[in-house]
């Protein structure tokens, strides 16, 4: 069975702080990964995608790693400020799934100032 | 300017009652999605839509019934609405061209009491 999986659940950090975000999923014949930010009422944003062929990809202060051979995707965070406040999705459309995504549970971030 | 809008935002009915969920998008995508997000999180796929006809239907229940008027609709009813079908319901679009590129609309939270 095809699964993602993010840990921790949730995280609460000072403001200022590097944080990392984990994924992993158990198959690693994939077309690519997604991280998304759920904020309440406002529906899923996409931060990032990574191709299958790609090793990171970078936006500000995100930087998402991907390692397919181990399954794993982290999500780095830098500096954090209290507007990355929010649950952090990741999802994956494996390669005979028809390109459905399969998403991970999120990780809710709390900054604290 | 919303790209992807749905309503209502916020859905409390009774058991055995019939309701509508509605989704617009005003990106010219050509693939709209109607998504699941149970009290863990996950979101599952339900059904795809590419140019008003079906492509991916989920194991759903009969009870749910996408309907696309048009491209930019997708509206998803559901009949005899059951306790288990309280969940937050997202909307999605995609050009059919680039899958990767999904925009998601603000969610419905759905409370069947």
């Known amino acids: 069975k095809q699964e993602v999986t993010q840990i921790p659940a949730a995280l609460s950090v000072p403001e200022g702080e590097n944080l990392v975000l984990n994924c992993s999923f158990t198959d690693s014949a994939i077309y690519n990964l997604q991280w998304f930010r759920q904020d309440p009422g406002k529906g899923l944003t996409s931060l990032l995608l990574i191709q299958s062929s790609q090793r990171e990809q970078t936006s500000g202060r995100l930087n998402a790693s991907l390692d397919k051979s181990s399954g794993r995707s982290t999500l780095y965070i830098a500096a954090s400020q209290p507007g990355d406040s929010a649950t952090y999705l990741c999802?994956?459309?494996?390669?005979?799934?028809?390109?459905?995504?399969?998403w991970g549970a999120g990780t809710k971030l709390i900054i604290k100032p | 300017d919303t790209a992807v809008s749905q309503t209502p935002k916020y859905l409390v009915t009774q058991m055995g009652n019939d309701k509508s969920i509605k989704c617009e998008q005003n990106?010219?995508?050509?693939?709209m999605y109607w998504y699941k997000q149970d009290s863990k999180k996950f979101l599952k796929i339900m059904f795809s839509?590419?140019?008003?006809?079906?492509?991916i239907n989920e194991t759903v229940p009969n009870r749910f019934s996408p309907k696309s008027p048009d491209k930019a609709h997708l509206n998803l009813h559901i009949n005899s609405l059951e306790l288990g079908d309280s969940a937050v319901y997202f909307c999605?679009?995609?050009?059919?061209?680039?899958?990767?590129?999904?925009?998601f609309g603000q969610g419905t939270r759905l409370t069947v009491v």
């Open positions: 839509y590419n140019n008003k006809e079906l492509i």
């Open positions: 999605a679009s995609s050009p059919v061209e680039d899958r990767d590129q999904a925009f």
């Open positions: 999802a994956v459309p494996f390669m005979d799934s028809n390109y459905q995504l399969i």
């Open positions: 990106l010219g995508h050509d693939t």
